[in-house]
Protein backbone atom coordinates (compact mmCIF):
# COMPACT_ATOMS: atom_id res chain seq x y z
CA UNK A 1 0.00 0.00 0.00
CA UNK A 2 1.47 3.21 -0.81
CA UNK A 3 2.10 5.42 1.97
CA UNK A 4 -0.80 8.36 2.88
CA UNK A 5 0.63 11.77 2.27
CA UNK A 6 0.75 13.70 5.09
CA UNK A 7 1.58 17.15 6.51
CA UNK A 8 2.37 16.04 9.83
CA UNK A 9 5.22 16.55 12.11
CA UNK A 10 5.93 13.24 13.01
CA UNK A 11 7.19 11.58 16.85
CA UNK A 12 11.06 11.99 15.52
CA UNK A 13 10.88 15.33 14.36
CA UNK A 14 8.77 16.35 17.03
CA UNK A 15 10.90 15.18 19.56
CA UNK A 16 13.74 17.09 18.26
CA UNK A 17 11.90 19.93 18.17
CA UNK A 18 10.39 19.78 21.35
CA UNK A 19 14.07 19.61 22.54
CA UNK A 20 15.49 22.55 20.55
CA UNK A 21 12.30 24.81 21.87
CA UNK A 22 12.81 23.81 25.06
CA UNK A 23 16.74 24.95 25.32
CA UNK A 24 15.30 27.45 23.97
CA UNK A 25 12.95 28.84 26.93
CA UNK A 26 15.89 27.56 29.45
CA UNK A 27 18.45 29.94 27.62
CA UNK A 28 15.73 32.82 27.47
CA UNK A 29 15.34 32.41 30.98
CA UNK A 30 18.85 32.77 31.70
CA UNK A 31 19.58 35.97 29.72
CA UNK A 32 15.87 37.09 30.47
CA UNK A 33 17.99 40.16 32.53
CA UNK A 34 19.94 41.41 29.19
CA UNK A 35 16.84 42.13 27.91
CA UNK A 36 14.56 45.34 28.83
CA UNK A 37 11.68 44.90 30.75
CA UNK A 38 9.34 46.73 29.05
CA UNK A 39 8.72 46.46 25.35
CA UNK A 40 10.18 49.21 23.04
CA UNK A 41 7.87 47.80 20.22
CA UNK A 42 5.80 50.73 18.82
CA UNK A 43 2.44 50.61 17.92
CA UNK A 44 1.85 47.84 14.59
CA UNK A 45 5.75 47.50 14.40
CA UNK A 46 5.82 43.89 15.09
CA UNK A 47 2.60 43.78 12.61
CA UNK A 48 4.93 45.37 10.25
CA UNK A 49 7.55 42.47 10.29
CA UNK A 50 4.94 39.84 9.33
CA UNK A 51 4.78 38.45 6.11
CA UNK A 52 1.78 39.67 4.45
CA UNK A 53 0.27 36.49 3.64
CA UNK A 54 0.19 32.75 4.84
CA UNK A 55 2.43 30.42 3.44
CA UNK A 56 1.06 28.21 1.06
CA UNK A 57 4.02 25.44 1.67
CA UNK A 58 4.91 24.52 4.95
CA UNK A 59 8.22 25.61 6.49
CA UNK A 60 10.58 24.23 8.65
CA UNK A 61 10.35 24.50 12.20
CA UNK A 62 13.97 25.86 12.19
CA UNK A 63 13.02 28.40 10.46
CA UNK A 64 9.78 29.07 12.59
CA UNK A 65 12.23 28.89 15.91
CA UNK A 66 14.66 31.48 14.57
CA UNK A 67 11.61 34.04 13.61
CA UNK A 68 10.76 33.64 17.51
CA UNK A 69 13.75 35.87 18.08
CA UNK A 70 13.77 37.96 15.38
CA UNK A 71 10.36 38.90 15.38
CA UNK A 72 8.21 38.41 18.78
CA UNK A 73 10.81 39.05 21.41
CA UNK A 74 10.65 42.35 21.02
CA UNK A 75 7.74 42.67 21.17
CA UNK A 76 7.71 40.49 24.44
CA UNK A 77 7.08 42.25 27.72
CA UNK A 78 9.36 40.24 30.05
CA UNK A 79 6.97 39.08 32.79
CA UNK A 80 9.08 36.77 33.64
CA UNK A 81 11.96 39.04 34.25
CA UNK A 82 12.93 39.36 37.64
CA UNK A 83 13.03 43.17 37.56
CA UNK A 84 9.36 43.08 36.73
CA UNK A 85 7.58 44.89 39.44
CA UNK A 86 4.18 46.44 37.80
CA UNK A 87 0.71 45.54 38.04
CA UNK A 88 0.29 42.36 40.17
CA UNK A 89 2.85 39.76 39.01
CA UNK A 90 2.31 36.80 36.54
CA UNK A 91 5.10 34.40 37.69
CA UNK A 92 5.28 30.66 36.21
CA UNK A 93 8.54 28.26 37.66
CA UNK A 94 9.69 25.27 35.56
CA UNK A 95 7.14 22.38 36.41
CA UNK A 96 4.48 24.69 35.63
CA UNK A 97 6.02 24.99 31.99
CA UNK A 98 6.50 21.46 31.89
CA UNK A 99 2.68 20.34 33.81
CA UNK A 100 1.48 22.80 30.32
CA UNK A 101 3.23 21.24 28.15
CA UNK A 102 1.74 18.02 29.47
CA UNK A 103 -1.29 19.01 28.82
CA UNK A 104 -0.95 20.13 25.49
CA UNK A 105 0.40 16.85 24.99
CA UNK A 106 -2.09 15.07 25.84
CA UNK A 107 -4.92 17.49 24.81
CA UNK A 108 -7.38 16.58 26.95
CA UNK A 109 -10.96 18.25 26.65
CA UNK A 110 -11.86 17.45 30.25
CA UNK A 111 -15.54 18.60 30.23
CA UNK A 112 -17.22 15.54 31.76
CA UNK A 113 -15.84 13.64 33.90
CA UNK A 114 -16.04 10.27 31.29
CA UNK A 115 -14.08 12.71 29.15
CA UNK A 116 -11.18 12.11 30.97
CA UNK A 117 -11.46 11.19 34.75
CA UNK A 118 -7.62 12.43 35.74
CA UNK A 119 -8.57 15.15 34.61
CA UNK A 120 -11.67 15.86 36.76
CA UNK A 121 -10.30 13.76 39.94
CA UNK A 122 -6.42 15.39 39.58
CA UNK A 123 -8.35 18.91 39.86
CA UNK A 124 -10.56 17.84 42.71
CA UNK A 125 -8.08 16.51 44.45
CA UNK A 126 -5.48 18.98 44.17
CA UNK A 127 -8.00 21.98 45.20
CA UNK A 128 -9.12 20.07 48.36
CA UNK A 129 -5.22 20.01 49.13
CA UNK A 130 -4.92 23.84 48.86
CA UNK A 131 -8.09 24.37 51.00
CA UNK A 132 -5.44 22.67 53.65
CA UNK A 133 -2.36 24.35 52.39
CA UNK A 134 -4.28 27.69 52.45
CA UNK A 135 -6.37 27.15 55.81
CA UNK A 136 -9.36 27.82 54.01
CA UNK A 137 -12.99 26.63 55.78
CA UNK A 138 -13.54 23.05 55.35
CA UNK A 139 -16.86 23.57 53.72
CA UNK A 140 -14.94 24.56 50.80
CA UNK A 141 -13.55 20.77 50.49
CA UNK A 142 -15.77 18.63 47.85
CA UNK A 143 -15.63 15.79 50.88
CA UNK A 144 -17.92 18.23 52.46
CA UNK A 145 -20.63 20.61 51.23
CA UNK A 146 -18.64 22.36 48.49
CA UNK A 147 -15.53 22.01 46.31
CA UNK A 148 -13.01 24.06 44.19
CA UNK A 149 -12.74 23.92 40.58
CA UNK A 150 -9.94 25.47 38.41
CA UNK A 151 -11.18 28.90 36.12
CA UNK A 152 -9.60 30.59 34.01
CA UNK A 153 -9.42 33.83 35.78
CA UNK A 154 -10.97 35.75 39.06
CA UNK A 155 -13.13 37.66 36.28
CA UNK A 156 -14.84 34.43 35.24
CA UNK A 157 -14.67 33.03 39.07
CA UNK A 158 -16.39 36.20 40.33
CA UNK A 159 -18.93 36.14 37.84
CA UNK A 160 -20.08 32.45 38.49
CA UNK A 161 -20.61 33.44 42.28
CA UNK A 162 -22.41 36.09 41.33
CA UNK A 163 -24.39 34.03 38.70
CA UNK A 164 -25.35 31.60 41.69
CA UNK A 165 -25.89 34.82 44.32
CA UNK A 166 -28.29 36.03 41.43
CA UNK A 167 -30.30 32.81 41.17
CA UNK A 168 -30.40 32.11 45.20
CA UNK A 169 -31.55 35.33 45.48
CA UNK A 170 -34.75 34.61 43.23
CA UNK A 171 -35.00 30.92 43.60
CA UNK A 172 -33.49 30.02 40.16
CA UNK A 173 -35.94 32.18 38.20
CA UNK A 174 -34.22 34.33 37.35
CA UNK A 175 -32.18 32.09 34.80
CA UNK A 176 -35.79 31.78 33.17
CA UNK A 177 -37.47 35.38 33.30
CA UNK A 178 -33.88 36.94 33.37
CA UNK A 179 -33.03 39.49 35.65
CA UNK A 180 -36.20 41.66 37.10
CA UNK A 181 -34.12 44.74 37.48
CA UNK A 182 -33.96 44.93 41.72
CA UNK A 183 -31.27 42.98 42.38
CA UNK A 184 -28.33 44.32 43.93
CA UNK A 185 -24.81 43.54 44.38
CA UNK A 186 -22.18 45.65 46.90
CA UNK A 187 -18.34 45.38 46.41
CA UNK A 188 -16.07 48.61 47.24
CA UNK A 189 -14.63 51.54 45.32
CA UNK A 190 -11.37 50.14 45.59
CA UNK A 191 -12.33 46.02 44.25
CA UNK A 192 -11.44 45.19 40.91
CA UNK A 193 -12.95 46.47 37.92
CA UNK A 194 -13.92 42.86 36.98
CA UNK A 195 -16.93 42.82 39.38
CA UNK A 196 -18.29 45.80 37.56
CA UNK A 197 -17.71 43.72 34.34
CA UNK A 198 -19.50 40.50 35.72
CA UNK A 199 -22.66 42.62 36.97
CA UNK A 200 -22.54 43.82 33.52
CA UNK A 201 -22.60 40.52 31.82
CA UNK A 202 -24.91 39.13 34.91
CA UNK A 203 -27.70 41.69 33.21
CA UNK A 204 -28.16 43.02 36.74
CA UNK A 205 -27.16 46.77 35.97
CA UNK A 206 -24.36 48.88 36.28
CA UNK A 207 -27.50 51.15 38.32
CA UNK A 208 -27.41 47.95 40.42
CA UNK A 209 -24.07 47.95 41.48
CA UNK A 210 -23.06 49.93 44.97
CA UNK A 211 -19.61 50.53 45.18
CA UNK A 212 -19.13 50.72 49.31
CA UNK A 213 -16.76 54.06 50.19
CA UNK A 214 -13.11 52.70 52.39
CA UNK A 215 -11.18 53.99 55.36
CA UNK A 216 -8.27 55.72 55.39
CA UNK A 217 -6.32 52.35 55.11
CA UNK A 218 -8.74 51.68 51.46
CA UNK A 219 -10.41 49.15 52.88
CA UNK A 220 -14.12 48.60 52.73
CA UNK A 221 -16.38 50.56 55.67
CA UNK A 222 -18.88 47.97 56.79
CA UNK A 223 -20.96 49.99 58.26
CA UNK A 224 -21.54 52.26 55.20
CA UNK A 225 -22.61 48.96 53.51
CA UNK A 226 -24.79 48.09 56.05
CA UNK A 227 -26.72 51.47 55.92
CA UNK A 228 -26.82 50.75 51.87
CA UNK A 229 -28.42 46.93 52.18
CA UNK A 230 -31.04 48.57 54.76
CA UNK A 231 -31.84 51.73 52.20
CA UNK A 232 -32.30 49.62 49.67
CA UNK A 233 -34.35 47.21 51.37
CA UNK A 234 -36.54 50.16 52.11
CA UNK A 235 -36.71 50.71 48.51
CA UNK A 236 -37.96 47.38 47.58
CA UNK A 237 -34.76 46.12 46.09
CA UNK A 238 -33.05 42.57 46.74
CA UNK A 239 -29.55 42.93 47.75
CA UNK A 240 -27.70 39.43 46.66
CA UNK A 241 -24.11 39.63 45.99
CA UNK A 242 -21.08 41.32 48.34
CA UNK A 243 -17.28 41.04 47.04
CA UNK A 244 -14.91 41.49 49.42
CA UNK A 245 -11.04 41.81 48.51
CA UNK A 246 -7.83 40.47 50.69
CA UNK A 247 -5.24 42.84 48.35
CA UNK A 248 -7.14 45.59 46.10
CA UNK A 249 -5.49 45.85 42.74
CA UNK A 250 -4.39 49.28 43.78
CA UNK A 251 -3.22 49.01 47.56
CA UNK A 252 -3.18 46.05 48.85
CA UNK A 253 -6.10 46.48 51.02
CA UNK A 254 -7.97 44.00 52.75
CA UNK A 255 -11.49 44.40 53.37
CA UNK A 256 -13.33 43.81 57.10
CA UNK A 257 -14.33 40.29 56.71
CA UNK A 258 -15.59 39.31 59.45
CA UNK A 259 -17.62 42.50 59.74
CA UNK A 260 -18.59 42.07 56.29
CA UNK A 261 -19.26 38.32 56.91
CA UNK A 262 -21.91 38.95 59.41
CA UNK A 263 -23.73 41.05 57.72
CA UNK A 264 -24.27 38.98 54.55
CA UNK A 265 -25.24 36.28 56.99
CA UNK A 266 -28.10 38.21 58.95
CA UNK A 267 -28.97 39.97 55.70
CA UNK A 268 -29.09 36.30 53.50
CA UNK A 269 -26.85 37.67 51.19
CA UNK A 270 -23.98 35.95 48.77
CA UNK A 271 -20.28 36.68 50.55
CA UNK A 272 -17.89 36.23 47.71
CA UNK A 273 -14.31 36.94 48.53
CA UNK A 274 -11.63 37.98 45.86
CA UNK A 275 -8.07 37.55 46.93
CA UNK A 276 -6.67 37.30 43.30
CA UNK A 277 -3.30 37.54 44.45
CA UNK A 278 -3.34 37.94 48.69
CA UNK A 279 -4.68 34.21 48.51
CA UNK A 280 -1.09 32.62 47.96
CA UNK A 281 -0.18 34.56 51.19
CA UNK A 282 -2.38 31.78 53.45
CA UNK A 283 0.09 30.18 53.03
CA UNK A 284 2.04 30.71 55.40
CA UNK A 285 0.90 30.78 58.82
CA UNK A 286 2.13 34.51 59.85
CA UNK A 287 -0.29 36.29 57.01
CA UNK A 288 -3.29 34.07 57.62
CA UNK A 289 -4.72 36.63 59.35
CA UNK A 290 -5.42 38.55 56.40
CA UNK A 291 -8.01 35.42 55.72
CA UNK A 292 -9.69 35.96 59.38
CA UNK A 293 -13.44 36.05 58.26
CA UNK A 294 -13.34 33.97 55.51
CA UNK A 295 -15.06 31.09 57.27
CA UNK A 296 -17.76 33.51 56.90
CA UNK A 297 -17.71 33.16 53.08
CA UNK A 298 -19.93 31.54 50.06
CA UNK A 299 -17.59 31.67 47.68
CA UNK A 300 -13.58 32.46 47.79
CA UNK A 301 -11.19 32.99 44.62
CA UNK A 302 -7.39 33.26 44.32
CA UNK A 303 -5.00 32.87 41.27
CA UNK A 304 -1.94 30.87 41.45
CA UNK A 305 -1.44 32.63 38.13
CA UNK A 306 -0.35 35.65 39.71
CA UNK A 307 1.84 34.54 42.81
CA UNK A 308 2.00 31.10 43.56
CA UNK A 309 4.76 30.04 40.14
CA UNK A 310 1.52 28.71 38.10
CA UNK A 311 1.59 29.86 34.52
CA UNK A 312 -1.28 32.05 33.47
CA UNK A 313 -4.35 30.90 33.16
CA UNK A 314 -4.84 29.24 36.35
CA UNK A 315 -7.64 30.32 38.86
CA UNK A 316 -9.14 28.49 41.88
CA UNK A 317 -12.74 29.10 43.06
CA UNK A 318 -14.31 27.56 45.58
CA UNK A 319 -17.94 27.42 46.86
CA UNK A 320 -19.50 26.66 50.75
CA UNK A 321 -22.52 25.31 48.32
CA UNK A 322 -22.22 23.72 45.35
CA UNK A 323 -25.36 22.69 44.59
CA UNK A 324 -26.18 26.60 43.77
CA UNK A 325 -23.11 27.06 41.43
CA UNK A 326 -24.25 23.68 39.80
CA UNK A 327 -27.97 24.54 39.59
CA UNK A 328 -27.22 27.58 38.26
CA UNK A 329 -25.10 26.67 35.67
CA UNK A 330 -25.96 22.96 34.64
CA UNK A 331 -26.96 22.24 30.99
CA UNK A 332 -27.71 18.80 30.08
CA UNK A 333 -28.13 18.43 26.02
CA UNK A 334 -28.80 15.03 24.99
CA UNK A 335 -24.96 14.50 23.36
CA UNK A 336 -22.94 14.66 26.51
CA UNK A 337 -25.55 12.54 28.59
CA UNK A 338 -23.57 9.68 29.62
CA UNK A 339 -23.69 6.97 32.45
CA UNK A 340 -21.52 8.55 34.51
CA UNK A 341 -23.17 11.78 34.69
CA UNK A 342 -26.58 10.01 35.16
CA UNK A 343 -24.93 7.93 37.98
CA UNK A 344 -24.45 11.32 40.09
CA UNK A 345 -21.41 9.62 41.19
CA UNK A 346 -18.72 12.06 39.75
CA UNK A 347 -18.31 15.74 39.62
CA UNK A 348 -18.67 17.34 35.48
CA UNK A 349 -16.72 20.64 35.52
CA UNK A 350 -18.70 22.14 32.91
CA UNK A 351 -21.25 22.59 35.95
CA UNK A 352 -19.07 25.00 37.74
CA UNK A 353 -17.79 27.59 34.93
CA UNK A 354 -19.14 29.63 31.79
CA UNK A 355 -18.20 27.56 28.61
CA UNK A 356 -18.30 23.79 28.08
CA UNK A 357 -14.35 22.86 26.84
CA UNK A 358 -11.99 23.20 29.96
CA UNK A 359 -8.09 22.69 29.47
CA UNK A 360 -6.32 20.16 31.65
CA UNK A 361 -4.83 22.27 33.98
CA UNK A 362 -4.70 21.10 37.68
CA UNK A 363 -1.35 19.22 36.10
CA UNK A 364 0.71 22.25 36.11
CA UNK A 365 -0.60 23.41 39.40
CA UNK A 366 0.34 19.19 41.05
CA UNK A 367 3.62 19.75 39.40
CA UNK A 368 3.96 23.11 40.99
CA UNK A 369 2.88 21.92 44.31
CA UNK A 370 5.06 18.22 44.20
CA UNK A 371 8.35 20.26 42.82
CA UNK A 372 8.23 23.10 45.62
CA UNK A 373 6.36 21.02 48.64
CA UNK A 374 4.17 23.53 51.10
CA UNK A 375 8.27 24.34 52.06
CA UNK A 376 9.72 26.00 49.15
CA UNK A 377 6.25 27.68 48.48
CA UNK A 378 5.80 29.27 52.26
CA UNK A 379 9.77 29.93 51.74
CA UNK A 380 9.49 32.28 48.06
CA UNK A 381 6.25 33.74 48.69
CA UNK A 382 7.82 35.13 52.55
CA UNK A 383 11.15 35.86 50.61
CA UNK A 384 9.11 38.49 48.63
CA UNK A 385 7.07 39.91 51.36
CA UNK A 386 10.55 40.54 53.36
CA UNK A 387 11.76 42.50 49.86
CA UNK A 388 8.72 44.80 49.80
CA UNK A 389 9.02 45.32 53.59
CA UNK A 390 12.95 46.10 52.92
CA UNK A 391 12.04 48.84 50.02
CA UNK A 392 9.13 50.25 52.18
CA UNK A 393 11.45 50.26 55.07
CA UNK A 394 13.72 52.26 52.53
CA UNK A 395 11.17 54.63 50.88
CA UNK A 396 10.03 55.60 54.68
CA UNK A 397 13.54 56.41 55.64
CA UNK A 398 14.08 59.00 52.35
CA UNK A 399 12.02 62.29 52.92
CA UNK A 400 11.44 62.96 49.25
CA UNK A 401 9.01 60.06 49.24
CA UNK A 402 6.46 58.70 51.10
CA UNK A 403 4.22 55.94 51.52
CA UNK A 404 0.57 56.37 50.12
CA UNK A 405 -0.88 52.99 51.84
CA UNK A 406 -0.09 50.24 54.55
CA UNK A 407 2.02 47.17 53.08
CA UNK A 408 0.55 43.92 54.16
CA UNK A 409 2.24 42.01 52.10
CA UNK A 410 4.25 42.62 48.83
CA UNK A 411 3.03 45.58 47.15
CA UNK A 412 4.52 49.07 48.34
CA UNK A 413 2.59 51.90 47.05
CA UNK A 414 4.75 55.16 47.32
CA UNK A 415 4.78 58.46 45.87
CA UNK A 416 7.78 61.44 45.50
CA UNK A 417 6.47 64.39 47.36
CA UNK A 418 6.85 66.76 44.02
CA UNK A 419 3.44 65.59 42.78
CA UNK A 420 1.56 63.83 40.05
CA UNK A 421 3.79 65.37 37.26
CA UNK A 422 6.88 64.66 38.94
CA UNK A 423 5.79 60.95 39.84
CA UNK A 424 4.51 60.20 36.06
CA UNK A 425 8.01 61.49 35.09
CA UNK A 426 9.82 59.02 37.39
CA UNK A 427 7.81 56.59 36.58
CA UNK A 428 8.45 57.54 32.69
CA UNK A 429 11.98 57.35 32.90
CA UNK A 430 12.48 54.09 34.47
CA UNK A 431 10.31 51.98 32.42
CA UNK A 432 12.35 53.53 29.26
CA UNK A 433 15.48 52.21 30.96
CA UNK A 434 14.32 48.78 30.54
CA UNK A 435 16.07 48.49 33.84
CA UNK A 436 12.86 47.60 35.81
CA UNK A 437 8.95 47.70 34.82
CA UNK A 438 6.53 49.56 37.52
CA UNK A 439 3.14 50.48 36.84
CA UNK A 440 0.78 53.39 38.64
CA UNK A 441 -2.77 53.73 39.98
CA UNK A 442 -4.07 57.07 41.75
CA UNK A 443 -4.89 56.55 46.11
CA UNK A 444 -7.20 59.63 47.54
CA UNK A 445 -7.07 61.01 43.81
CA UNK A 446 -2.80 61.29 43.96
CA UNK A 447 -0.81 59.64 41.21
CA UNK A 448 0.56 56.85 43.09
CA UNK A 449 3.70 54.04 42.02
CA UNK A 450 3.50 50.34 42.60
CA UNK A 451 6.13 47.75 43.07
CA UNK A 452 4.76 44.61 43.26
CA UNK A 453 7.29 41.98 44.27
CA UNK A 454 6.07 38.70 43.29
CA UNK A 455 8.43 37.31 40.14
CA UNK A 456 9.46 34.31 40.54
CA UNK A 457 13.34 34.96 40.46
CA UNK A 458 13.41 37.69 42.09
CA UNK A 459 15.93 38.56 44.92
CA UNK A 460 17.60 41.24 47.44
CA UNK A 461 19.85 42.25 44.43
CA UNK A 462 16.68 43.28 42.03
CA UNK A 463 14.97 44.95 44.64
CA UNK A 464 18.30 46.86 45.96
CA UNK A 465 18.75 48.20 41.86
CA UNK A 466 15.23 49.02 41.52
CA UNK A 467 15.79 51.63 44.67
CA UNK A 468 18.52 53.19 43.45
CA UNK A 469 17.07 53.14 40.13
CA UNK A 470 14.65 54.69 41.60
CA UNK A 471 17.07 56.92 43.54
CA UNK A 472 18.70 57.96 40.66
CA UNK A 473 16.19 58.98 38.27
CA UNK A 474 14.55 60.83 41.27
CA UNK A 475 16.86 63.03 41.24
CA UNK A 476 17.29 63.93 37.87
CA UNK A 477 13.18 64.51 37.03
CA UNK A 478 12.59 66.85 40.58
N1 LIG B 1 -9.27 40.74 41.39
C1 LIG B 1 -8.18 41.41 41.79
C2 LIG B 1 -8.08 41.89 43.21
C3 LIG B 1 -7.13 41.63 40.88
O1 LIG B 1 -6.06 42.32 41.27
C4 LIG B 1 -7.25 41.17 39.55
C5 LIG B 1 -6.17 41.40 38.59
O2 LIG B 1 -5.15 41.95 38.85
C6 LIG B 1 -8.42 40.49 39.20
C7 LIG B 1 -9.40 40.30 40.13
C8 LIG B 1 -8.62 39.98 37.81
O3 LIG B 1 -7.79 38.90 37.58
P1 LIG B 1 -7.97 37.98 36.31
O4 LIG B 1 -7.05 38.52 35.27
O5 LIG B 1 -7.57 36.61 36.80
O6 LIG B 1 -9.39 38.04 35.90
Request: proline fraction near 4%; glycine fraction near 6%.
Amino acid sequence: MPQEKSFHMTPDEFRRHGHAMVDWIADYHTRIESYPVLSRAKPGEIRASLPAHPPTRGESFDAILGDIEKLIVPGITHWQSPNFFAFFNSNTSGPSILGELLSSGLGVQGMLWATSPACTELETHVLDWLVGMLGLPERFLSTNTGGGVIQDTASSASLCALLAARERATNYASNRRGADGKLVAYTSTQAHSSIEKDVRIAGMGLDNLRLIDVDDDFAMRPDLLERQINADRRAGLTPCFVCATIGTTSSNAIDPLPEIGRICRENKIWFHVDAAMSGTAALCQEFRHTHAGVELADSYTFNPHKWMFTNFDCNCFYVADRKALIQTLSILPEYLRNQATESGAVIDYRDWQVPLGRRFRALKLWFVIRHYGTEGLQHHVRRHVELAQQFASWLKADNRFELAAPVPLNLVCFRHKGGDDVNHGLMDRLNRSGDLYLTHTKLANRTTLRLCVGQTNTEARHVERAWKRIQEEADRVA
